[in-house]
């Protein structure tokens, strides 16, 4: 989904994103918490709460933040944001995964795959939808057989 640059929250995530390559952990979480305590609609909400979820100190928490997350994207009606749902569904995913939760694993996994055809064609596209693969992929090896 292509971010309005100009939009407060995004250019706060972007400095959280600079300096989180710059090493600076704790001034990148500050920026995120930033971004979430600065939002004020339901993109600005997914958007932030997505980054607060990468810095999460447990699997737990960072459920918590990757549902919330999800829960703002989809109260957003518009079908662009549709892209970014595979996203939000595969870290959901990989969190249940961590958990053990395999049950609530694949279902969030096939969630993203349900809505890989709106990711772009791009390297981006590309790579989500080989975590969403990749993701089924070990949980089939943990789902007990069915007889």
Same mark, same amino acid.
């Given at each position: 989904?292509?971010?309005?640059?100009?939009?407060?929250?995004?250019?706060?995530?972007?400095?959280?994103?600079?300096? +989180?390559? @710059?090493?600076? !952990?704790?001034?990148?979480? #500050? &920026?995120?918490? /930033?971004?979430? %305590?600065?939002?004020? $609609?339901?993109?600005?909400?997914?958007?932030?709460?997505?980054?607060?979820?990468?810095?999460?100190?447990?699997?737990?928490?960072?459920?918590?933040?990757?549902?919330?997350?999800?829960?703002?994207?989809?109260?957003?009606?518009?079908?662009?944001?549709? +892209?970014? @749902?595979?996203? !939000?569904?595969?870290?959901? #995913? &990989?969190?249940? /995964?961590?958990? %053990?939760?395999?049950? $609530?694993?694949?279902?969030?996994?096939?969630?993203?795959?349900?809505?890989?055809?709106?990711?772009?064609?791009?390297?981006?596209?590309?790579?989500?939808?080989?975590?969403?693969?990749?993701?089924?992929?070990?949980?089939?090896?943990?789902?007990?057989?069915?007889?």
């Amino acid at each position: 989904m292509e971010f309005n640059r100009e939009n407060k929250i995004v250019q706060i995530c972007a400095k959280g994103m600079e300096l +989180e390559g @710059l090493g600076e !952990l704790a001034a990148t979480c #500050g &920026k995120f918490e /930033e971004a979430w %305590n600065s939002a004020t $609609n339901d993109l600005e909400k997914s958007i932030a709460a997505h980054y607060v979820a990468r810095h999460q100190k447990s699997v737990a928490d960072k459920l918590i933040w990757d549902k919330t997350a999800l829960a703002h994207a989809l109260n957003i009606h518009d079908e662009i944001i549709k +892209e970014n @749902l595979p996203s !939000l569904y595969l870290n959901i #995913g &990989k969190c249940y /995964e961590d958990l %053990n939760d395999i049950a $609530n694993a694949e279902t969030n996994y096939q969630a993203a795959l349900s809505f890989a055809d709106f990711l772009p064609d791009d390297g981006y596209g590309h790579m989500i939808k080989a975590g969403i693969v990749i993701g089924l992929q070990r949980i089939k090896q943990e789902l007990p057989i069915k007889s």
